[in-house]
């Protein structure tokens, strides 16, 4: 067992508290012993590492297609439909699994070293995905996505698509691989990609395995103009088909109705809040704060790297704050503790993992260490000043150090398994043939 020290630990658990001269134990299972003050920590007689700044969980990112890397800058003055139809599908159907596999481990390193050891990822390839998920080291919930959508057939029909998931997960479990690092789910599109009996059917395959169903719904008024005349919204048609039962990640939710938000509420629907993207395409801004107050799971989303482009929680989680403040015109309508538990331990909630997401004893050691030292810390003594410079002056230039498991896979801002070179040349190798 291994022992870190720390001067401030964050454990993003229940009341929130903020553990001055704490201590987390790390078993070798690679999950957490004791974690708290350490006054109160049992003896331990093996290897301490004293670290000099906060020590927090890792950050889960609810909605991302890291592998669009490549295709950064891409129709950046776009709306949602003429971005995805124009100009994203004509450059993806010109990736192969080897560019997916080099785009999703460039992606990974830039995602560990902002803090963010848990991706939530929608994209095709799967082998492709986990094998550079593997060798960064990081987490991975990945829900292969299946859509009928011209020039997409290259990859199968849905039902092939389908069928891929299905038999991997009765092969080899929902969640499988050392440290439980891989979960496999399914990624239907969304209600404009897929009829009806398609998400009927692939909602049907994922509860009967318990499987997370990730979808994008209602993301801009234009996509879903014909379901909201025949059903009344996208939600409402999912919730005919049956498809809202079971574990399903909404990702975005941005054009909701009070009739929306009280189903969501009703069969436990979770949100992926997606602030970067959803503005940069001129989608709208979610009503995170009647989704919370509806008591509707809400995590953190950058969404892929050719929409929402850096990859940088932190980021999201400002903007998250700032949108919900101008929307709500009330300055506490999302508190920096808040956004900060929304990628977090939030995070976790809304894609059912309680091993992630929070530091306390028997989650997996997914930490981040945070440096203290820097100027954006006016006094970090203050507790109240500590989370309020942490989200909105610090963020992820201040990531040090990053475990996953309990392995060291970031150190001072590197990482360690893989050539951060490398993976940038890979990257910009495929860009360049693309753009």
């Not at 070798?28 to 301490?48: D, F, I, Q």
């Not at 292969?144 to 199968?156: E, K, S, T």
């Not at 790297?305 to 929307?327: C, E, K, T």
Request: glycine share 10%; net charge negative.
């Amino acid at each position: 067992m291994i022992r870190y020290s720390a001067p401030v630990v964050l454990t993003c658990g229940d009341g929130f508290p903020i553990v001055r001269d704490g201590v987390v134990d790390v078993l070798p299972s690679g999950r957490l012993g004791y974690v708290g003050a350490a006054a109160t920590a049992p003896r331990h007689e093996g290897p301490v590492q004293i670290l000099s700044g906060l020590l927090m969980p890792g950050m889960v990112n609810t909605h991302c297609h890291t592998p669009m890397a490549p295709l950064r800058g891409l129709g950046g003055d776009l709306p949602l439909l003429s971005w995805l139809q124009d100009v994203m599908w004509p450059a993806e159907a010109q990736l192969t699994a080897e560019d997916v596999r080099a785009a999703m481990t460039a992606g990974a390193v830039e995602l560990l070293r902002t803090g963010c050891t848990t991706s939530v990822e929608m994209y095709f390839f799967t082998d492709a995905v986990l094998s550079a998920v593997d060798a960064v080291g990081s987490r991975v919930v990945l829900t292969p996505g299946i859509l009928a959508a011209p020039g997409w057939d290259r990859l199968g029909s849905w039902e092939e698509l389908r069928d891929d998931v299905s038999a991997r997960i009765d092969a080899d479990g929902r969640v499988f691989g050392e440290h439980d690092r891989f979960e496999l789910g399914y990624g239907p599109h969304s209600a404009y990609t897929l009829s009806p009996a398609a998400l009927e059917s692939i909602a049907a395959e994922a509860q009967a395995r318990g499987a997370l169903m990730h979808v994008h719904v209602a993301e801009s008024a234009q996509e879903d103009t014909a379901v909201r005349a025949s059903h009344g919204s996208v939600p409402a048609l999912l919730d005919s088909l049956g498809a809202l039962s079971g574990r399903v990640l909404a990702a975005h939710s941005v054009q909701l109705s009070a009739e929306d938000l009280a189903l969501y509420a009703a069969r436990d629907v979770a949100v992926a809040h997606c602030p970067g993207s959803n503005a940069k395409l001129a989608a709208g801004v979610a009503p995170v704060r009647s989704l919370r107050a509806a008591g509707v799971r809400v995590g953190l989303g950058t969404d892929g790297p050719a929409s929402g482009d850096d990859l940088d929680l932190w980021h999201q989680a400002r903007l998250a704050a700032l949108f919900a403040r101008i929307r709500e015109d009330d300055a506490a309508a999302l508190t920096a503790a808040d956004v900060l538990l929304m990628a977090t331990r939030d995070g976790a909630a809304a894609i059912d993992r309680p091993d992630l997401g929070v530091l306390e004893e028997g989650r997996w050691a997914d930490m981040v260490h945070v440096d203290l030292e820097d100027q954006a810390f006016v006094d970090p003594s203050d507790d109240a000043q500590l989370i309020s410079n942490l989200v909105w002056a610090g963020g992820s230039r201040l990531v040090q150090d990053v475990w996953v498991a309990g392995r060291l896979v970031v150190e001072d801002g590197e990482p360690v398994l893989v050539d951060a070179a490398r993976t940038r040349a890979d990257l910009r190798d495929i860009a360049a043939r693309l753009h």
